[in-house]
């Protein structure tokens, strides 16, 4: 509803509103009149006259406004829709709002904000939530994109050809900041919020159909689908997190992985190169393919870390091939690549990185080095399971130390 009436308003916000009047009325009269034989096209109809009357008498109204709510009071007169599903015409629409709500215009966190709302059809509440930040924060933020995008007049389409590329990038940046934050919490009590990971995966799998001849999109979804996957063997019984090596992989969802790897092939289908996303979704399929952690091909998971690394440099991408180098050739091949990330300063504050050096070294015999790099990462994350985590990492890295030293 909020998509096709965005197309006939010109602004997200209204739209929302009006949706939202419409489906007061229903719950007013239904009760009374009984369900109608198609109740979406009933909704879509009380709406549209809700807007014909917002724009017949708000005096403040632009004339554009007068414009559009005459056209519509002319549509409603000649096409009453009452017998047309709601469902059937809207996917153009809904990929429209998606890009719309996903637009470079606005900050990343307004962005996932928005579109969980808007599209994803969360609440406030519930956005607050998943993002560990006060509602009145989640508020404002929605309530800035929707005035930013009527003030821009940001139009209501799917931008066509180099645009669609880079529009499209935000999107999926969109998509997977809202599975990765559901993957792996950046703090709280919990180290999944599985709902936002299944957020996620709709939006992926909607976009996916919408935009069925973009290989990234499947290749995102491919991802996604793969990850998720683990979901039960990534947490013990008490919420403890299972690092990867250790998980029971009987407990991964065979029919994710199976969706996953479809996915992955229809992006190669479509085109022989690979994206970022491609690359990732075939990292994480060595993975899923493999059915023990002894069985994994780490030297292709290297060799992909590398492409990926040439096609979008990035610390956190180095960090990874460090460890996939660590298990295809052993911990001494891999540290010395960590030093570089040492004096990085997007990695001053990130957990991982002193988690991982503490890994290599505990692999190593440095008991003593490794106790001190895993309290270094406790006391960078926000996350409580993985502070428990690393803290008992830590404790087991200094008995072995006094052991080694006796």
């Not at 009374?32 to 109809?45: K, R």
């Not at 990185?353 to 106790?371: F, K, T, W």
């Not at 006391?379 to 008995?399: G, K, P, V, Y």
Request: aromatic share 4%; net charge neutral.
């Amino acid at each position: 509803m909020i998509a096709g009436l965005t197309r006939m308003v010109r602004d997200v916000g209204l739209a929302e509103d009006l949706a939202q009047e419409a489906l007061v009325n229903a719950l007013q009269q239904w009760p009374e009149t009984g369900i109608p034989t198609n109740p979406g096209a009933w909704l879509m109809a009380a709406a549209k006259r809700r807007a014909i009357d917002y724009f017949r008498y708000n005096q403040r109204t632009e004339r554009k406004h007068d414009e559009i709510g005459r056209s519509l009071l002319a549509v409603e007169r000649a096409h009453p829709d009452f017998d047309t599903p709601l469902d059937d015409p809207i996917g153009d629409d809904l990929l429209r709002l998606i890009f719309v709500a996903c637009h470079p215009i606005l900050s990343t966190e307004a962005r996932a904000a928005l579109t969980l709302r808007v599209v994803g059809g969360l609440s406030t509440d519930e956005i607050a939530r998943a993002f560990l930040v006060p509602e009145p924060t989640i508020a404002q933020r929605i309530v800035r994109a929707k005035r930013t995008l009527a003030q821009k007049q940001i139009p209501f389409e799917v931008p066509r050809g180099l645009d669609l590329g880079a529009r499209l990038a935000s999107v999926l940046e969109v998509i997977y900041l809202i599975f990765n934050e559901g993957y792996s919490a950046t703090a709280g009590q919990d180290l999944m919020r599985v709902s936002l990971c299944e957020e996620a995966l709709r939006l992926g799998r909607i976009l996916a159909e919408l935009t069925a001849r973009e290989p990234e999109v499947h290749s995102l979804v491919a991802l996604m689908e793969i990850q998720a996957s683990r979901a039960r063997a990534r947490v013990g019984p008490d919420g403890e997190p299972i690092l990867l090596l250790d998980q029971n992989r009987a407990q991964w969802d065979r029919l994710l992985i199976g969706r996953g790897l479809a996915a992955l092939e229809r992006a190669a289908a479509l085109s022989s190169s690979k994206g970022p996303y491609r690359l990732q979704a075939e990292i994480v399929a060595c993975h899923a393919r493999a059915l023990t952690a002894a069985e994994t091909d780490w030297a292709r998971i290297v060799s992909l870390y590398t492409e990926l690394a040439a096609l979008t440099p990035s610390p956190i991408v180095e960090l990874n091939r460090a460890v996939a180098v660590s298990m295809a050739s052993g911990p001494e091949a891999a540290l010395p690549l960590l030093d570089p990330l040492l004096a990085d300063p997007l990695m001053k504050n990130y957990h991982l990185l002193p988690s991982v050096r503490g890994d290599l070294l505990a692999r190593m015999g440095r008991h003593a080095e490794a106790c001190a790099e895993f309290e270094r990462a406790a006391s960078l994350t926000r996350n409580l399971r993985e502070q428990a985590l690393l803290a008992e990492r830590a404790r087991s890295s200094a008995e072995k130390a006094v052991e080694a030293a006796r």
